[in-house]
């Protein structure tokens, strides 16, 4: 028999090879060799034919063309550019160089108007210098060509003195004596006038001061003041300067963020007492710390360290605001006021003892009010100002009505001397002047609002006893633009007449009121009065 079975054996193994084949074909790779493509590459203006596989960049064709490119080298199309047969590619060559230029700085001229001498006279007191900086700047050149060139730094190398012109602006005017010193703020610069009003000389010219506090010593020899600071962090810093005319020294307390209250301590002529904020970003610009500290210097400036009388504090309602302080004459007492309480300080623990309970103000803004405080020449009555209620409102705290009292220290029965006078009143006693042979008086100054129920508009000045009679408005006349509110100053001593005069601000300039007669008198004229203080 005849078999086939080897036959079909082979033929099988044949067609499994022939399958196999074709699977193994057809899951390779398919190898082709990659063709080129022929660009023309522009370098500084000539141009070169490179030959370059398909798919590459610009950045690939220029390295082909014999250019090592820089981190600032760039080409036109970008570098990163797939490139077709036929581009165009244009290389630019980017170079960045520093140069530092020397330049001047001109100094500026800077006129100040000044009241030691008449009105129009020029002076020129510090001749002006240029200044120098150097520049540096970032030139950018492509293909050598510059394109642009920037500054990125500038170093001062001599600062520029500016040029300050004096030009005399005190009116024409008939000298009048006066008692004591009587210091004053202009154009943020300290001045005292004594002997008589033409009598005038600088104490400070560093343009600086900001009026938060200005006080004389009692005996006229020093002048307690603070300046503003360039620091963000700081406020302001507070300074003493010889006022006498002995010498010119000045030099500061080491006490910065000084608001509400620095002040001389009675019966010395170096204590200062002070309190003091911290500056926040927030308004009104600082958290106050409502403490009180007392601290000694000597006349060739050392300062002792400040002894703390009263603790920091928050200060009760809206405390946040601050603490103001006044000293009885005699100095055994120290009265305070806040927000909402007015009373005197403990000096042997530094504890508040309140007279008087004040319904917080609501202002609706970033600010509260603190009632103004002053003793009476005896130091037995404190003078206030109380928040007042107003029928029909339902939240006290917003009544606009404010009155003028005393508190008698002995008693503590509060007396009401006159309704509505405005927040701003600040009253301040007379010295003691004789009312007859036997007897020994005081007055009472204070500021009265024209709009009394708008405690924030213009007052009048207003003098009366110490009870609250014979009340006599005294500066400006009826209907006139009113005063802003602000503190008053006595004369340390009567006139020839036994009167006294009452130094005050009148449209930003110094003005004087004869308390007996009522005859005024404005002492300046440049408008840049901003504080005061007579001792």
């Known amino acids: 028999m005849k078999t086939t079975q080897p036959h079909n054996s082979i033929r099988t193994w044949f067609t499994l090879c022939l399958l ?65 047969d036929g581009a165009l590619v244009t290389f630019i060559d980017v170079e960045e160089i520093t140069e530092i230029e020397e330049v001047v700085i001109p100094f500026d001229t800077q006129t100040i108007r000044n009241e030691s001498f008449p009105e129009g006279e020029q002076r020129l007191t ?116 010889r006022a006498d005319g002995a010498s010119t020294l000045t030099f500061p307390l080491d006490i910065a963020n000084v608001i509400h209250y620095a002040g001389w301590v009675p019966g010395t002529t170096n204590g200062v007492a002070v309190s003091t904020v911290e500056p926040i970003a927030t308004a009104p610009g600082w958290q106050a710390n409502n403490d009180f500290h007392i601290l000694y210097f000597s006349d060739n400036g050392w300062v ?28 055994e007492q120290l009265a305070f006021s806040r ?42 009555i404190l003078y206030t100002i109380d928040h007042a209620p107003q029928p029909g409102l339902t939240s ?17 029965v509060l007396v009401r001397l006159s309704p509505q006078v405005g927040m701003f009143a600040y009253p301040l006693a007379s010295p003691f002047y004789a009312a007859d042979a036997q007897t020994q008086v005081y007055s009472l100054a204070f500021l009265q609002a024209l709009q009394p129920s708008q405690s924030q508009s213009n007052y009048q000045l207003v003098m009366m006893d110490r009870d609250g009679s014979n009340r006599q ?47 005024s008198q404005q002492l300046t004229g440049d408008g840049l009065t901003t504080a005061l203080d007579w001792k």
């Open 126 to 241: 510090q001749p002006g210098v240029n200044g120098k900086q150097e520049i540096t700047y970032r030139r950018v050149l492509e293909n050598g060509v510059e394109v642009s060139r920037s500054p990125i730094k500038t170093v001062v190398i001599e600062a520029p003195v500016p040029e300050v012109i004096m030009i005399g602006s005190r009116a024409p005017s008939v000298a009048r004596p006066i008692p004591g010193r009587l210091a004053y703020i202009s154009a943020g610069s300290a001045w005292v006038m004594e002997a008589d009003t033409d009598n005038r000389r600088p104490v400070v010219t560093t343009g600086d001061l900001d009026g938060r506090i200005f006080s004389l010593s009692p005996d006229g020899v020093w002048l307690l003041y603070t300046r503003s600071d360039t620091d963000p962090d700081t406020i302001n810093t507070l300074w003493v300067a």
């Open 396 to 412: 006290p705290e917003e009544s606009p009505l404010f009155d003028l009292v005393a508190i008698p220290i002995a008693s503590g």
């Open 304 to 331: 002792a360290n400040a002894r703390e009388i009263v603790p920091p504090s928050s200060g009760g309602l809206y405390g946040w605001m601050g603490t103001n302080f006044a000293w009885s004459p005699d100095g």
């Open 473 to 519: 408005a005294l500066y400006p006349a009826e209907g006139a633009p009113g005063l802003n509110p602000q503190r008053l100053a006595w004369s340390p001593q009567p006139l020839d007449s036994g009167s006294y005069w009452l130094a005050f601000t009148y449209q930003n300039n110094l003005w004087l009121v004869d308390t007996h007669s009522g005859q």
């Open 20 to 84: 196999l084949g074709s699977f193994l074909s057809a899951c390779g790779p398919i190898q082709q060799t990659q063709g080129q493509i022929t660009v023309d590459v522009t370098i500084y203006g000539q141009i070169r034919q490179v030959s370059i596989p398909a798919g590459s960049t610009a950045r690939q064709a220029i390295t082909a063309a014999g250019i090592e490119l820089d981190l600032t080298d760039r080409s036109e199309p970008a570098l990163f550019t797939v490139l077709s």
């Open 339 to 380: 927000p909402d309480s007015v009373g005197l300080v403990n000096l042997e623990n530094g504890s508040l003892n309140q007279l008087l309970s004040i319904t917080p103000y609501q202002t609706g803004s970033d600010w509260a009010w603190i009632p103004p405080i002053a003793w009476g020449a005896a130091g037995q």
